[in-house]
């Protein structure tokens, strides 16, 4: 256990913190999922509208540093190989 004064306020900070990302993550999971479930299930244009919505989230946890830029860019690009095939079926 702590015993200086600035340990014990890094370790309630860092609390603070942990509570703050587990948050943000679960959201930003459950955004994902709900675009990849539309992709699978959806018409293209409700696949586009949360095709945005993911990567505006994705973008958003990136700048925070909740998510690395580029597991963000590569979720990014997962998800819009997928909408581009949905287009291309619902297309052809």
């Given at each position: 256990?702590?015993?200086?004064?600035?340990?014990?306020?890094?370790?309630?900070?860092?609390?603070?913190?942990?509570?703050?990302?587990?948050?943000?993550?679960?959201?930003?999971?459950?955004?994902?999922?709900?675009?990849?479930?539309?992709?699978?299930?959806?018409?293209?244009e409700?696949?586009?509208?949360?095709?945005?919505?993911a990567?505006?989230?994705?973008?958003?946890?990136?700048a925070?540093?909740?998510?690395?830029r580029?597991a963000a860019?590569?979720?990014?690009?997962?998800?819009?190989?997928?909408?581009?095939?949905?287009?291309?079926?619902?297309?052809?």
């Amino acid at each position: 256990m702590a015993h200086s004064l600035h340990r014990k306020k890094r370790i309630r900070q860092n609390l603070t913190r942990k509570m703050r990302n587990r948050a943000r993550r679960s959201a930003l999971k459950t955004r994902l999922r709900t675009c990849r479930e539309t992709l699978q299930r959806g018409t293209p244009e409700q696949a586009e509208l949360r095709f945005r919505e993911a990567c505006a989230a994705l973008d958003r946890e990136a700048a925070r540093g909740t998510l690395h830029r580029n597991a963000a860019a590569r979720r990014k690009s997962r998800l819009a190989a997928r909408l581009n095939a949905l287009k291309a079926k619902a297309a052809g």
